[in-house]
C-alpha cells in the first residue's frame, strides 16, 4: 500500500498567517493528491483535487502544488473559519490511504 | 443537492454484526463509485471499501477483508456495508463517499454526515 506522511503533525498560526501543510507518498502517485478539510463532528470537504485543482465553491486562499512524492497544501491569509484538521489522500490506486492529519490551530 | 445519508450504527458486541445503509439522492446513483471511510474516535480518516457503479469492482482494505461486505442497489439509490465478526477497533463514525471519475481513477467528492459504531461488551 502507498503510506502517506503529513508534516507537520500540529501547526500553530494567527488569523493572516500564511501556512502550508506537507505532504508525502512512499511512491510516486503523478499528480492523484486530493486534501479535505474537516472540522470537529462533521465530515471532510474536499478542498483540492489532482493535486492542485480546487473544487467549486472553495476559497482562492486554499492552493495546492506538487506531483510524485512531494505535495503542498498552501492557504495565502488565514481566516477565523479555517481552524481545523487537513488531511491528504492518494487515489493513484484504488487502495486509498489518506494521511494522519494536520491539525491547524489559532495561536 | 447531492445528499447522502448514513443509517445503521449502534452499539454491538465483540463478534457481532452490524449492516450500515447509504441513502443517496440529488444524484443518479448508478454513474458514481461508492465508498465506505471510518474515523476511530480521535484519529484519523480509514478507508474501508469500495464499489464500482454496476458492482463488478469491489476493494477492501486489509483490516476488514472476509469480516466487511460492501453492496449496492441503484435502483433504490442505496450503498450497504455488511459488517460481521466485529471488533472493538471497528469502533468509528463510518461515512459514505461518493467518488467523482477523473482519467481512470477518482476521488471522494461528497460524503455523508456518517453514523457511529461502537463495538463494546
Known amino acids: 500500500d502507498i503510506q502517506m506522511t503529513q508534516s507537520p503533525s500540529t501547526l500553530s498560526a494567527s488569523v493572516g498567517d500564511r501556512v502550508t501543510i506537507t505532504c508525502r507518498a512512499s511512491q510516486s502517485i503523478s499528480s492523484w493528491l486530493a486534501w479535505y478539510q474537516q472540522k470537529p463532528g462533521k465530515a471532510p470537504k474536499l478542498l483540492i483535487y489532482?493535486?492542485?485543482s480546487l473544487e467549486s465553491g472553495v476559497p482562492s486562499r486554499f492552493s495546492g502544488s506538487g506531483s510524485g512524492t512531494e505535495f503542498t497544501l498552501t492557504i495565502s491569509s488565514l481566516q477565523p473559519d479555517d481552524f481545523a484538521t487537513y488531511y491528504c489522500q492518494q487515489y493513484n490506486s484504488y487502495l486509498y490511504t489518506f494521511g494522519q492529519g494536520t491539525n491547524l490551530e489559532i495561536k | 443537492e447531492v445528499q447522502l445519508v448514513e443509517s445503521g450504527g449502534g452499539l454491538v458486541k465483540p463478534g457481532g454484526s452490524l449492516r450500515l445503509s447509504c441513502a443517496a439522492s440529488g444524484f443518479t446513483l448508478r454513474s458514481y463509485r461508492m465508498n465506505w471511510v471510518r474515523q476511530a474516535p480521535g484519529k484519523g480518516l480509514e478507508w474501508v471499501s469500495s464499489?464500482?457503479?454496476?458492482?463488478?469492482?469491489?476493494y477492501y482494505a486489509d483490516s476488514v477483508k472476509g469480516r466487511f461486505t460492501i453492496s449496492r442497489d441503484n435502483a433504490k439509490n442505496s450503498l450497504y456495508l455488511q459488517m460481521n465478526s466485529l471488533r472493538a477497533d471497528d469502533t468509528a463514525v463510518y461515512y459514505c463517499a461518493r467518488a467523482r471519475a477523473v482519467a481512470g481513477t477518482d476521488f471522494f467528492d461528497y460524503w455523508g454526515q456518517g453514523t457511529l459504531v461502537t463495538v463494546s461488551s
Open positions: 489532482d493535486a492542485s
Open positions: 464499489i464500482s457503479t454496476s458492482s463488478s469492482y469491489i
